[in-house]
């Protein structure tokens, strides 16, 4: 229970009372924000936090195409990616594999090494140096 806490504290930094965040199992959107160096969090279209480190559990993986390609055309990064799933306040346990995600590389995240597809995940961690983990 204490790491419990000790990640529900952590995870309600920069967060405006009431905080949306403060129901485990809220389903939201996460992508990185390369402007802030955080995590940027969405329900329902809006960004409702920005945390440095984020837990989701049941994760679906999010790409879009069009958006793929305008990085691509474009040569620069943009919102076009993101996981969903709902929100977890517990720390996750175990040996977690690191998962990427490079739009000039692969139209899908990947999880490294050898840059296998995924497309879901269990359980996600978001961490503070920016690199996203599962189990």
Same mark, same amino acid.
């Given at each position: 229970?204490?790491?419990?806490?000790?990640?529900?504290?952590?995870?309600?930094?920069?967060?405006?009372?009431?905080?949306?965040?403060?129901?485990?199992?809220?389903?939201?959107?996460?992508?990185?924000?390369?402007?802030?160096?955080?995590?940027?969090?969405?329900?329902?279209?809006r960004?409702?936090?920005?945390?440095?480190?984020?837990?989701?559990?049941?994760?679906?993986?999010?790409? $879009?195409?069009?958006g793929?390609?305008?990085?691509?055309?474009?040569?620069?990064?943009?919102?076009?990616?993101?996981?969903?799933?709902?929100?977890?306040?517990?720390?996750?346990?175990?040996?977690?594999?690191?998962?990427?995600?490079?739009?000039?590389?692969?139209?899908?995240?990947?999880?490294?090494?050898?840059?296998?597809?995924?497309?879901?995940?269990?359980?996600?961690?978001?961490?503070?140096?920016? $690199?996203?983990?599962?189990p």
């Open positions: 229970m204490a790491a419990t806490a000790s990640v529900d504290t952590h995870l309600q930094h920069r967060c405006i009372p009431p905080c949306p965040l403060r129901r485990p199992g809220l389903k939201v959107h996460v992508y990185r924000n390369l402007t802030k160096g955080v995590w940027s969090v969405r329900k329902s279209g960004v409702i936090a920005h945390r440095p480190l984020i837990v989701l559990r049941d994760c679906k993986i999010r790409v $879009s195409e069009s793929r390609q305008r990085a691509i055309r474009e040569g620069q990064r943009n919102v076009h990616t993101w996981i969903e799933g709902r929100y977890c306040a517990e720390a996750i346990a175990g040996e977690l594999t690191p998962i990427g995600y490079n739009p000039f590389h692969a139209p899908t995240f990947t999880r490294r090494p050898g840059f296998i597809p995924v497309f879901e995940a269990l359980a996600v961690v978001f961490a503070e140096d920016g $690199s996203i983990r599962r």
